[in-house]
């Protein structure tokens, strides 16, 4: 069956020599694109490959099981089309051994494949997410009485600031949370060390990756401010005003006091001008005392 394809999907579909990562909303023909993308592959003329060489990953089984059915019946349409070609007799023969999984399954079976290397029982089975968390619970509370055994003052200190000298759930909460986070990273450890590594500076507080967050988004946030002011007040007669005290009540009473910064402000002294005082707060803000 011949499909007109949209231009972003002949993209996806023609797009060769590198990684590709589609990105597209449910329903938009993702999966129509890669099974093209594979029977393409499977019976280009050049440089064919073999379905059996192919590796097709999902996230569930049932989107392996569809991507399977669906590249059966693309294969056997042209199949229909092309009914003595030897290649995809071949290949019909061959999907039944193809690699179309679940990542878990693809998983499993490359290390049962492999057990031998890795010095683990060829018997091993996935766990249930519930065995999972018991086991997890069991591991956090074996590390927690060690921890509270060898009486780490920084692990105390922690204790403490989490758990304010009651039960430690908030603390064991906050393991197990930060454990689940960095899984998704591919080397946890490492991207847990490197984060460590940004707290053991002595630059000021305003300096750090966080110090800057916090800057930047003041920074965006008083320029709103001050369009949104210079948009829709009505021009400032002078700075002795109702309206000017108010608004110099807001840049040097109110943001210091929610941002511990302290803007700088210079009025300008010509009433038609009043408003450069809004544009010359400089964003860089000061640290106040
Ligand atoms: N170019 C096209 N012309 C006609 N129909 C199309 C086209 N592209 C996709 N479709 C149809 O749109 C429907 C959804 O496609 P598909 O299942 O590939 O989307 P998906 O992005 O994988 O969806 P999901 O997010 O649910 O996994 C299917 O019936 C498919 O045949
Ligand atoms: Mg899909």
């Keep these: 069956m011949s499909r007109q394809w949209t231009p972003e999907q002949r993209h996806c579909i023609d797009a060769r020599g590198g990684t ?19 029977i393409r592959r499977i019976t280009d003329e050049q440089h064919p490959v073999d379905a059996d060489r192919l590796l097709v990953v999902t996230f569930t089984k049932a989107a392996a099981a569809e991507m399977k059915q669906r590249l059966g019946k693309a294969l056997a349409e042209q199949m229909a089309a ?26 499993s ?3 049962r494949e492999n057990f031998h290397l890795l ?18 619970q069991e591991a956090l509370a074996e590390v927690m009485e060690a921890a509270y055994e060898a009486r780490d003052p920084a692990f105390l200190a922690l204790a403490e600031l989490l ?12 393991v197990l949370r930060l454990y689940t986070f960095i899984q998704s990273h591919p080397f946890p450890n490492d991207w847990l060390q490197a984060q460590e590594a940004l707290y053991a500076t002595n ?23 001050v369009a949104m002011l210079r948009k829709w007040l009505p021009p400032m007669p002078d ?13 040097t009473i109110l943001i210091p006091r929610t941002t511990g910064m302290t803007p700088s402000i210079c009025w300008s002294s010509s009433p038609s001008t009043g408003w450069a005082a809004c544009a010359s707060i400089r964003t860089s803000c000061s640290k106040s005392g």
């Design 20 to 38: 590709v990562l589609v990105s597209a909303a449910a329903g938009s023909g993702k999966t129509t694109v890669l099974v093209e993308r594979v």
């Design 82 to 107: 092309h009914p003595h070609d030897r290649r995809l007799q071949r290949q019909q023969m061959l999907l039944p051994r193809a690699h179309i999984s679940t990542v878990h399954s693809f998983c």
């Design 109 to 111: 079976a490359l290390l």
């Design 119 to 136: 010095d683990i029982s060829p018997q091993f089975k996935v766990a249930e997410d519930a065995d999972v968390r018991t086991m997890q």
């Design 163 to 174: 758990s304010g000298g009651r039960d430690d759930r908030k603390l064991t909460e906050a």
């Design 203 to 225: 630059a000021p507080i305003a300096n750090t990756t966080w110090g800057q967050t916090v800057r930047r988004y003041v920074s965006g946030t008083l320029h709103h401010g």
């Design 239 to 251: 700075r002795c005003s109702p309206i000017a005290s108010s608004w110099k009540y807001w840049l």
